[in-house]
């Protein structure tokens, strides 16, 4: 598995990074909360409903002093791309090998000195009331709390809260992650949606 070293990032990641940035000053968003104390840790990122998302959790990051990595694809990492992809901190997932991506994801995190791996549990925009739980699996495999956070864009405000440890008890964890939530964006009906299946929500699967 590739991965970064001490060197110079690249001219095109590092012009990407600055436009990114750029941007989302240009918006003018506000964060709400401050950095988690943890070295290593999962951020969720909820709720996704537009590219713009992306752009806030890039400066956002920044503004708090977190380098944001992200699962993706092995052929992604690929040359010429292999550089620009761990530069903007991507982590490559080969889900041709035995390993599951939850183990090779949870391997990343030990070999790591700080690892902040954002993760979107609707997996896409096109929101159907469930949350994966695959972030949940990887959090407990790699001994890492979440960080639940989230942006609100008609206000141009987003932040982070506490950590979360989880304890193996997927129900209980998932209500308080849903409670931090409802508490953000009371309004937000995809936070409503999450709540409500924290009461029929069965073991962990994935």
């Given at each position: 598995?590739?991965?970064?070293?001490?060197?110079?990032?690249?001219?095109?990641?590092?012009?990407?990074?600055?436009?990114?940035?750029?941007?989302?000053?240009?918006?003018?968003?506000?964060?709400?909360?401050?950095?988690?104390?943890?070295?290593?840790?999962?951020?969720?990122?909820?709720?996704?409903?537009?590219?713009?998302?992306?752009?806030?959790?890039?400066?956002?990051?920044?503004?708090?002093?977190?380098?944001?990595?992200?699962?993706?694809?092995?052929?992604?990492?690929?040359?010429?791309?292999?550089?620009?992809?761990?530069?903007?901190?991507?982590?490559?997932?080969?889900?041709?090998?035995?390993?599951?991506?939850?183990?090779?994801?949870?391997?990343?995190?030990?070999?790591?000195?700080?690892?902040?791996?954002?993760?979107?549990?609707?997996?896409?925009?096109?929101?159907?009331?469930?949350?994966?739980?695959?972030?949940?699996?990887?959090?407990?495999?790699?001994?890492?709390?979440?960080?639940?956070a989230w942006?609100?864009?008609?206000?141009?405000?987003?932040?982070?809260?506490?950590?979360?440890?989880p304890t193996?008890?997927?129900?209980?964890?998932?209500?308080?992650?849903?409670?931090?939530?409802?508490?953000?964006?009371?309004?937000?009906?995809?936070?409503?949606?999450?709540?409500?299946?924290?009461?029929?929500?069965?073991?962990?699967?994935?």
């Amino acid at each position: 598995m590739p991965s970064a070293t001490n060197r110079k990032p690249s001219l095109l990641s590092r012009l990407v990074r600055r436009l990114l940035i750029l941007l989302y000053r240009w918006k003018g968003w506000r964060i709400d909360g401050r950095r988690p104390e943890a070295r290593k840790f999962i951020i969720l990122g909820a709720p996704h409903t537009s590219n713009w998302d992306f752009i806030f959790f890039i400066g956002a990051t920044h503004e708090l002093g977190i380098r944001p990595s992200f699962m993706g694809k092995s052929s992604l990492f690929k040359w010429p791309m292999t550089d620009f992809m761990l530069d903007m901190g991507g982590v490559p997932v080969d889900r041709a090998k035995r390993a599951n991506y939850v183990e090779q994801v949870a391997a990343a995190f030990a070999a790591a000195d700080d690892l902040a791996l954002v993760i979107a549990p609707e997996g896409s925009r096109t929101f159907k009331g469930d949350w994966r739980s695959g972030f949940y699996h990887i959090a407990m495999a790699a001994g890492v709390p979440i960080v639940p956070a989230w942006v609100d864009n008609a206000k141009l405000v987003g932040g982070m809260g506490e950590p979360i440890m989880p304890t193996g008890d997927y129900r209980a964890d998932l209500a308080k992650i849903a409670a931090f939530y409802r508490e953000k964006r009371p309004d937000c009906d995809r936070f409503v949606a999450l709540e409500k299946s924290t009461q029929t929500v069965g073991e962990m699967k994935k």
